[in-house]
């Protein structure tokens, strides 16, 4: 037979990490018999469960781009006037509200982080300020790092705000939900081959989608097309949104697609 | 032979700047025209001497003026159809009628191509709404309404809209309004004009800037009271030249013909003036034509044209003196046709072949160039793995090269295509008016580079076969740096192609180097904290890697750098409270170099869009803020000293103060700034004797500087002293640069300095990039300090005034030197600064400087390269000379100053080698 002798188990060391660190055992699935018996033995263990869990993401993935095209869609059902260019200040603020309200339900229901702590109510009252407070902060930042980039720092400071809250939805606001205020998780997840689960390689994606985007969105502003697009902040708070619509599609696509590479250090 | 890779870089450049130079020589057709002459303007000629004795012509002067005031109505895009086929029937009936019936003259008149025209006025109907008060003054006699919304409905929508039918009508109201009304003002004594004309047409997509008929076909209209009224069957209007209308309003207007002008004077516009004073006309025409024709072509009198200007003007003399007897017969009339008519022929042959001088790209020459630079570009990429490699050197066998079959068979076809482009050209070539031994020899260097490249290939296919298995390792081990390196090249060179991106090119590099400093902002973060995360794991290895870092270094028995030690005591040593501020001002050193970069994008707004926004700049210069820029001014050059003193010897310490209070005294002498003990304004000067007080300063520093590293080179000292003295005259340098800039520009020379200092001690040297990215940066910075300096790709923020610094007036060589220096000022430092930076890091890779000459030439080489196919593909482009020919000349000036940089990099280089050897 052309086929080795199969077995469920095989040892990878992780790519990139120390040789030195205790070998990770990874499950994976395997063609069984020869090609005329091409059938898919998925052995019952984590890899049917990291099936389902890519399922999962990819609806609440859909939700969040759903959530995003309905923000551009229905206020203008029942506000006259309403467009996304025209009024784009309404809109980044609608965007930012349904977006953050959607990801705070869905962590609340899917419970990605998979250590829900028993904690006292003082300690969650504690957290939620923390986390508050971590998105402000995220917000002057983003805001600051605009501004470095060029953006006017007298006028127009509302467009500039709002472009950089809307980017902190996209990326900070995730990072809570999924992380909490611990910094130190979130140099783990974003530092190379960080992430331990697929909701962090999620996560990385997605952030990183977005961040592009709004870095791509401010290529057209020097043409002189004269455009209502290429108004400041337009073109990147858009360049953001596809860039994170984007990201939310390709993120489960890429865990899916990537499987057998992908390995998780268990918790 | 064997070649360093830094003196192959500097000699690639040089041969490029070769291929830059010939581009532009036939980018820039030179235009023809009349010498500048000192003496007083050439008088206008007499009419010819009739020959025999005693006869004078008395018509020495000008002729007077035929019309009082002349109006021209200049319709951008305005096609020969518009007005005289079926669309100008239907929308301009006045006009139809004053064609048909009226008194006039219309003529199809051609444009040659390149059929562009430089917008400035985009609304016609600011045009307009000023006519009604213009008209009814009398203070003018010349007046020019230059419309383009037919230009613009033409580029949206062609020539078939809907939207022509309406403008035309409009344009037929406003001719029929200024046609009244020149009317209603004529005076008995004198006639006025209205001239009709379009620049160019419009193809049948609605472009224009090619050379199709309906591009060139444009319509000229003559509308006169002093014209006969047409009568008789409407004949097809005459082709006539663009360029005429020049010689035909000169004479018109009663002056004379301009010297530059190729124009024949359009005939039937005099065709009511006598006889005499026709020939008048053509002879002060043909006169004019022939004096251009002899400054600008050394055989002159072998062509056509003259010849036949000097038998006219001969029968000319003739009929002067049968007409000076007072014949005044049928005989006299037809003679003087017949010499009208020898004339004419001569001005037509004439005007063609000074024509065929201008407005023609040398399309030969450019391709010879384009040749070249591509293979330059070719041979940079393909040696670049070798180039970069530790060694930094390669083996270049120039014998074989040169007697193999291909290299002459190439010379031979070259040569051949060279004599059968030179024989069959129509227009004059540049490239074919050389001799033919330069000729020969750059075909030579042409098939030499081919040769050279296509043993490059073949000796990459011979090495790579074997480690073609795996290229996937090499570009996973890529950091982010390199991703944003190669993206960023790219991308700034694709965005080269959209006028809009050259016009804001800052943009693109103030994107680029703040992209940069977050980046190396995450880089840092890396290093600082998950070194440290990972520390229980990984600092036995750390450990290690410094050992092993400080053996090699000892084995090389050279001084390793005070960084270094630092480095290496903190991880070794106990880590616990070691440079920990250190570690902080390292973490927040790129956001203070972006904040400085957001300041100084505040101080010169440039560009195109937003060119108008207030800035810095302008407000420290106007004139009610002279203190605060004094203090400024002070500041800054305070500053200046503290950031450039550290590595200079005692000597040039002091230079640099007095030649630092030179520059403010300069200021001062000249009235940018005051001292604080002047109150009132005293009389400005020149500033001489100050701005050559700070020159001695600059020329004693470099002289310092050179005399170190001459020593360095020739007693083999220490690398110390060579640092020491690069150092100096890199602040020799910003001395000089200091003079130059405007006051207002002195806090960008301070923000350079300081971020130098910052990237090199909290950035570069932590983080060990290699020299590739360390010079990739630099070369990004230099091109964002240009900008920063308020630089654009216009001509316009060219600042000449730092080229008449310390001089008593204009001196061509000093100017041009220090006008292109100032200019090129931030990409100068940044380049001498890696020169500093790259030999301080020889200790940790010996062929560093190497590297770094080699990866500044391929920046430079890939911009031009990629721009001069842009330009060559976009030459009908709208936009070609207001905005791609300016920035053209820009990258062509960049070309030869890096090329002299580089060859003070391969001088330093090549001083390092011989005491390597020694």
Redesign the interface.
């Known amino acids: 037979m052309a086929a080795p002798t199969t077995t469920n188990c095989r040892f990878r060391p992780r790519p990139g990490t120390?040789p030195?660190a205790p070998p990770v055992y990874v499950t994976g699935w395997r063609r069984a018999g020869s090609a005329a018996a091409a059938t898919l033995r998925w052995p019952v263990n984590r890899n049917t469960m990291k099936e389902a869990e890519v399922r999962r993401l990819l609806a609440a993935n859909l939700l969040c781009v759903f959530s995003v095209i309905l923000s551009a869609v229905v206020p203008a059902s029942f506000w006259d006037g309403f467009t996304v260019f025209g009024t784009h200040l309404a809109w980044l603020c609608i965007c930012s509200v349904c977006v953050s309200t959607l990801n705070i339900i869905l962590h609340l229901v899917l419970k990605p982080n998979l250590a829900p702590k028993r904690s006292s109510f003082a300690h969650k009252i504690s957290r939620f300020l923390k986390c508050c407070i971590y998105f402000f902060m995220s917000c002057i930042l983003f805001h600051a790092?605009i501004?470095?980039?060029?953006a006017p720092?007298i006028e127009s400071v509302t467009e500039t705000f709002l472009f950089a809250v809307l980017l902190s939805t996209f990326t900070t606001l995730q990072c809570l939900c999924m992380l909490g205020p611990n910094i130190?998780a979130w140099?783990r997840v974003f530092?190379k081959n960080g992430a331990t689960s697929i909701w962090e390689s999620s996560l990385q994606i997605t952030t990183m989608c977005s961040i592009l985007g709004a870095?791509f969105g401010?290529f057209p502003?020097?043409?002189?097309?004269d455009r209502p697009w290429q108004v400041w902040p337009i073109s990147c708070s858009l360049g953001a949104t596809f860039g994170y619509m984007a990201g939310l599609i390709i993120a489960p696509l890429w865990i899916h697609w990537n499987r057998k590479q992908l390995t998780y250090k268990s918790r | 032979m064997r070649l360093r890779s830094g003196v192959f870089a500097s000699s690639c450049l040089l041969v490029e700047a070769l291929g830059v130079a010939l581009f532009l020589r036939g980018f820039f057709p030179v235009p023809v025209r009349s010498l500048p002459r000192r003496e007083a303007r050439g008088d206008p000629p007499a009419e010819p001497v009739p020959p025999g004795p005693g006869m004078v012509s008395n018509w020495t002067k000008i002729p007077p003026p035929l019309f009082k005031k002349v109006v021209i109505v200049l319709i951008d895009a305005l096609r020969d159809d518009f007005v005289f086929g079926s669309k100008g029937k239907q929308f301009m009936p006045y006009t139809t009628q004053v064609v048909e019936k009226g008194t006039s003259y219309s003529f199809i008149a051609e444009a040659k191509p390149p059929t562009v025209t430089m917008p400035r006025i985009k609304v016609d109907d600011n045009v307009t709404r000023h006519l009604d008060k213009v008209l009814k003054r009398e203070d003018w006699d010349l007046l020019i309404l230059h419309y383009l919304g037919l230009d613009h409905i033409g580029h949206m929508t062609g020539p078939k809209s809907p939207l022509v039918g309406p403008k035309l009508r409009e344009m037929d109201n406003i001719l029929k309004k200024i046609h009244i009304s020149l009317l209603s003002k004529e005076e008995a004594s004198l006639p006025n004009l209205l001239v009709v004309c379009g620049d160019h047409g419009m193809s049948e997509t609605g472009s224009h800037g090619g050379s199709s008929d309906g591009e060139v076909h444009t319509p000229l209209l003559f509308i006169s009271s002093a014209f006969e009224k047409r009568s008789g069957p409407l004949t097809q209007p005459g082709f006539v030249q663009q360029t005429d209308l020049a010689s035909t309003l000169a004479v018109g207007l009663g002056l004379p013909i301009s010297r530059n002008s190729v124009g024949n004077l359009i005939l039937p516009v005099v065709g009511g003036k006598t006889m005499r004073e026709q020939l008048r006309f053509v002879h002060l025409n043909g006169f004019q034509l022939s004096r251009l024709l002899q400054e600008n072509t050394p055989a002159y009198e072998k062509d056509p044209g003259y010849e036949h200007f000097k038998i006219a003007e001969k029968s000319h003399g003739n009929w002067i003196k049968l007409y000076l007897e007072g014949n005044n017969s049928e005989i006299l009339l037809n003679l003087g046709k017949k010499v009208l008519k020898q004339y004419l022929e001569a001005l037509k042959t004439l005007s063609s072949s000074l024509s065929k001088q201008v407005a023609q790209y040398d399309v030969y020459s450019m391709m010879v160039g384009t040749v070249i630079i591509m293979e330059v570009l070719l041979l940079l990429l393909l040696s670049l793995p070798k180039a970069l490699s530790s060694q930094a050197e390669f083996e270049v066998s120039l014998s074989p090269l040169l007697f193999s079959l291909l290299f002459y068979l190439m010379c031979l076809m070259l040569c051949a295509v060279h004599v059968i482009v030179c024989t069959s050209a129509e227009s004059s070539c540049y490239f074919c008016s050389m001799s033919w031994l330069t000729a020969v020899g750059v075909m030579m260097l042409i098939s030499a580079l081919m040769c050279s490249i296509l043993s490059a290939i073949a000796k990459i296919f011979e090495n790579s076969r074997p480690p073609l298995k795996n290229p996937v390792v090499s570009s996973s081990s890529w950091s982010e740096i390199d991703v944003l390196i190669l993206a960023g090249t790219i991308g700034h060179v694709l965005s080269l192609g959209a006028s809009s991106f050259i016009e804001e090119e800052h943009q693109t590099w103030y994107f680029l180097i703040n992209t940069l400093c977050l980046v190396l902002c995450q880089e840092l973060c890396r290093n600082n904290f998950l070194l440290k995360e990972w520390d229980p794991q990984h600092s036995t290895t750390v450990k290690q890697n410094f050992d092993s870092i400080g053996e090699a270094s000892e084995c090389k028995n050279i001084d390793i750098p005070a960084a270094r030690n630092s480095k290496l005591g903190e991880a070794t040593s106990s880590t616990e409270f070691i440079k920990r501020s250190d570690k902080w001002i390292s973490l927040a050193s790129p956001w203070i170099i972006l904040i400085c970069c957001r300041l100084l994008r505040s101080l010169n707004q440039t560009g195109v869009q937003w060119a108008h926004r207030p800035d810095f700049g302008h407000w420290l210069t106007s004139s009610e803020q002279k203190s605060e820029l004094s203090f400024l001014a002070a500041v800054s050059l305070l500053m200046i000293f503290f950031l450039v003193q550290r590595r200079c010897s005692l000597v040039s310490k002091i230079a640099m103060v007095l030649g630092l209070l030179g520059v403010y005294s300069y200021r001062a002498a000249i009235g940018n700034v005051i001292f604080p003990w002047q109150h009132a304004s005293k009389g400005i000067s020149k500033g001489i004797t100050e701005a050559r007080f700070v020159y001695v300063f600059v020329l004693g520093i470099v002289f310092t500087g050179t005399k170190d590293l001459l020593k360095s080179q020739v007693i083999s000292a220490d690398s110390s002293v060579k640092s020491t003295g690069l150092w100096e005259v890199y602040s020799g340098l910003v001395l000089l640069v200091a003079l130059l800039f405007r006051p207002h520009n002195l806090p960008v020379l301070v923000f350079c300095l300081l971020i130098q200092t910052m990237m090199t001690k909290y950035i570069w040297r932590p983080l060990k990039f290699d020299a590739a990215q360390i010079t990739i940066m630099h070369y990004w910075f230099g091109q964002a300090f240009f900008y920063f300096q308020g630089n654009s790709n216009g001509i316009a923020t060219v600042d000449v005034s730092a080229g008449f610094v310390g001089l008593e007036s204009y001196v061509e060589i000093p100017a041009i030197f220090l006008t292109a220096f100032a200019t090129y000022a931030g990409p100068l430092l940044w380049a001498i600064h890696l020169l500093c930076y790259l030999s301080s890091e020889v200790s940790r890779n010996s062929a560093a400087v190497g590297h770094g000459c080699f990866c500044y030439a391929l920046m430079r080489s890939v911009p031009v390269a990629i721009y001069i196919v842009l330009v060559t593909g976009l030459r009908y482009h709208l936009f070609i000379w207001s905005v791609f020919s300016p920035k053209l000349l820009y990258e062509g000036v960049h070309v030869f100053i890096t090329a002299a940089i580089c060859l003070f990099f391969t001088a330093m280089d090549q001083n390092h080698s011989h005491k390597v050897q020694d």
Do not use: H, K, N, T
Request: aromatic share 16%; hydrophobic share 55%.
């Open positions: 120390d030195r790092i501004v470095l980039y060029g720092l130190q140099i530092s870095w401010a502003i020097p043409l002189d097309w």
